[in-house]
């Protein structure tokens, strides 16, 4: 073999084949295939939980969990359970919280409710429009006697509704302004302890279409809970299995041009040899 036969080969080489290239490609493959089959999972665990919800959701409405398991109500365990409540609305302590609906913006109305069994629970009775002044009309008083104490000789009535779990605010929610009677998000702690009640339950109640008794002031729209659980996880586990293959495809198709620009240029070499 000629000196420029033999440094042409390990040029050739270089170019078949390129280290760097090939651990990219397969960081790339390992990479997109892992998010591929997290999704998966994810899939999966969307499924269990819409499962779960629709059961819930179309149950027979039960009492709600006793002050005992308080503590360890969770949105997994407990939330959206169809829940049955009996016992008398404390309207003079109603919270007003912003909100945006089907029906437009204005606010969800969160009145506690003393039960037969002297429990305090909160009760969303449902969405009044903006133009009705809701902060200044349920503006926060000076606490008064044990609220429960005062309603024994009122009527009693009784709601059906959905279990939930107080929110917290996030990154793109504004906070809570309790001395301002400016709420924002549903923290059920907050609010109780805003409005005095500091012993009402941990969760609160989303009260069905049509619960709202007689003598109910504004006449809130009930029955607005949205029950919806986005479920995109089969689609993103599509893509990043496709753009596994798609670098692997890439990958295989770039060796097999390497190794065919190599071949050519070795049958090049091995005619000037005879020539």
């Known amino acids: ?27 790339l493959i390992v990479i997109f295939a892992g998010l591929g089959t997290w999704q998966v999972y994810r899939l999966q665990w969307k499924l269990d939980l819409i499962a779960r919800v629709e059961a819930r959701v179309h149950a027979a409405p039960a009492a709600p969990p006793p002050p005992a398991r308080w503590a360890g109500i969770t949105a997994a365990s407990d939330e959206y359970r169809r829940t049955v409540l009996r016992g008398t609305y404390l309207y003079d302590l109603t919270t007003p919280v912003q909100a945006l609906t089907e029906q437009g913006s204005g606010y969800w109305l969160l009145t506690p409710m003393c039960t037969s069994d002297g429990q305090i629970i909160i009760v969303n009775r449902g969405f009044i429009p903006s133009d009705l002044g809701a902060p200044t009309r349920y503006a926060p008083h000076e606490a008064g006697p044990a609220p429960c104490a005062a309603t024994t000789a009122i009527a009693a009535t009784t709601i059906t509704g959905l279990l939930r779990i107080g929110e917290q605010g996030g990154a793109f929610t504004r906070n809570n302004d309790p001395t301002a009677n400016r709420w924002f998000v549903r923290d059920i702690r907050a609010i109780a302890a805003a409005r005095g009640v500091p012993q009402a339950a941990p969760f609160f109640v989303d009260a069905g279409a049509n619960q709202n008794p007689p003598d109910s002031p504004d006449r809130p729209v009930g029955g607005l809970t949205v029950v919806n659980f986005p479920n ?6 599509i893509t990043w299995y496709a753009l596994a293959l798609m670098v692997g495809g890439a990958w295989w198709w770039a060796m097999r041009a390497g190794s065919a620009a190599f071949e050519k240029e070795a049958r090049a070499n091995d005619d000037e040899r005879i020539d």
């Open 232 to 237: 995109s996880h089969l689609v993103y586990a």
């Open 1 to 27: 073999m000629r000196e420029s036969d033999q440094a042409a080969a390990p040029g050739s080489a270089g170019k078949r084949f390129n280290p760097f290239l090939a651990v990219l490609a397969l960081l």
